[in-house]
């Protein structure tokens, strides 16, 4: 594998992931695994990851020095740059200024790493750290106003360091310096594709399975559908798929999850209806991070009375339902506070509202996973469009898009703007053009209104059209005016009560993308 050991860093995984876009097999490690114990699991190259530390401060976390002479290419990336520089001698400092954020360098762009990169080109920093000196046996690639190495190679012993962040989206070329690190210098030819992960996953899985029965909760998203396909392919008919319906989906959404992925599919499928249920436990409660634990317990409770109707029944004939399939990505399980010292930004349901004393092992088939990579899997598994395009939904539902206490009322207004939201998008093909829109009700905000001469004392609704890659950032999608005129209009025509759409412009961050 190309090893990323993981200095603390936000994007230790994006790391790991750009390395598997460029169709190499990556995994992460800790930094505080032991040298030996890396080299153990031969490496094609290895990546140094950022991270929040100081390089000169005393508890910096360091590497065995030794690793620079295993004869490994490897990169270091911010963080891991000044301490592949400081490890090897060079001079390292607290910067004047910092960078953050869009910054300028200027490349010699005909070498290495940064082969065929712009002369002068805008890249993402975050550093306040910076190398003055780059170590005996390395050239300076790139500058930067603050970072008088930005970028360096010795090219003998196939060691790369660059300060800005190349795997983020906001660096224009950063997946090419990756890839000529990868391919071009440290030599590595493709060996990795989701279709080679997913085969690898169906044969793991029925392995681990055996002859045990497996549950599988399908929410109507591509995660959980993909999930469940996948474990379906390693254990065919010893799986069963629960629906639990809490009333807080889209409009059609229940009918695709019943006849049609059944269909598609083949799965057997066991439908609980506890829409009342959820709506009246969510009764004058209007606080987001409480509607989601109201939500998620109750989901969890549903789920299992279900799963032991299931449990009971196959124990008839003498089985055993020892499996829980999860459709978990990766994002889900950073933001849950998952990762390695990671703070909690709102509790995901699918990862957050597990009971500890959880009966059934897991099977996350995706846990590693970036949703784009799940639906490359969903087609190659014969998944029908609609099924692996369909826009992320979150699992608490519609419950998280009205702001103010959830009704039933409410529900079905909102329903109904969502469903016109949506129909003009697709009539305007934007639907792979938008990562998602949530369409959210301000219940608790009233704003005048004049409607055939009448005055109107109406809620808005507001619509949050998003451009993202992973769902860990996110900007705002710039919608064709036309196309929100239209979704404007028939909003205010058929929805009553709702007198104002409005357009939220807010990039994530400093806003999340579910306005709860
Ligand atoms: P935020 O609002 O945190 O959303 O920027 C990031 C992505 O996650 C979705 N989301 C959820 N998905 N369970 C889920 O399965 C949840 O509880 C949940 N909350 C948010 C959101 O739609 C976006 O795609």
Known sequence: PVLVVDYGAQYAELIARRVREAHVYSELVAHTMPVDEMLAKKPLAIIFSGGPASVYEPDAPHIDPKIFDAGVPILGICYGCQLMAEELGGDVDKAAMGEYGKTSVEVDNSSYILNGSPAEQTVWMSHGVQINKAPEGFVTLATSPSAPVAAMADPQRKLYGIQWHCEVKHTPLGQNIIENFLHNEAGIEDNWSPKGLMEEQIEKIREEVGDDQVICG??????????????????????????????????????????????????KLKTVDASEEFVSALKGVTEPEAKRKIIGDLFIKTFEKAASQIVAEVGEKGAKVKWLVQGTLYPDVVESGGGSGTAVIKSHHNVGGLP???????????????????????????????????????????????????????????????????????????????????????????????????????????????????????????MPYDVLTAISNRITNECRGINRVVYDVTSKPPATIEWE
């Not at 699992?395 to 129909?423: S, Y």
Request: a negative charge; charged letters at 25%; glycine letters at 8%.
């Open 218 to 267: 399908l929410s109507g998203g591509v995660d959980s559908a993909v999930a469940a396909t996948l474990v379906h392919k390693a254990v065919g008919d010893q799986l069963t798929c629960v629906f639990v319906n809490h009333g807080l989906l889209r409009e059609g959404e229940v009918e695709q999850v019943q006849h049609d992925f059944v269909q598609a599919t083949g799965i």
């Open 356 to 478: 500890e004393n959880l009966e059934f092992k897991l099977i996350e088939p995706l846990r590693s996973l970036f949703k784009d990579e799940v639906r490359q899997i969903g087609t190659h598994l014969g998944l029908p469009d609609y099924m692996v395009w369909r826009q992320p939904f979150p699992g608490p539902g519609l419950a998280i898009r009205i702001v103010g206490e959830v009704t039933q009322d409410r529900l079905n207004l909102l329903r109904r703007a969502d469903a016109i939201a949506r129909e003009e998008m697709t009539k305007a093909g934007l639907d792979r053009k938008i990562w998602q829109c949530p369409v959210v009700l301000l219940a608790n905000v009233h704003s005048v209104g004049v409607q055939g001469d009448e005055r109107t004392y109406g809620n808005p609704i507001v619509i949050r059209p998003i451009e993202s890659s992973d769902a860990m950032t996110a900007d705002w999608f710039h």
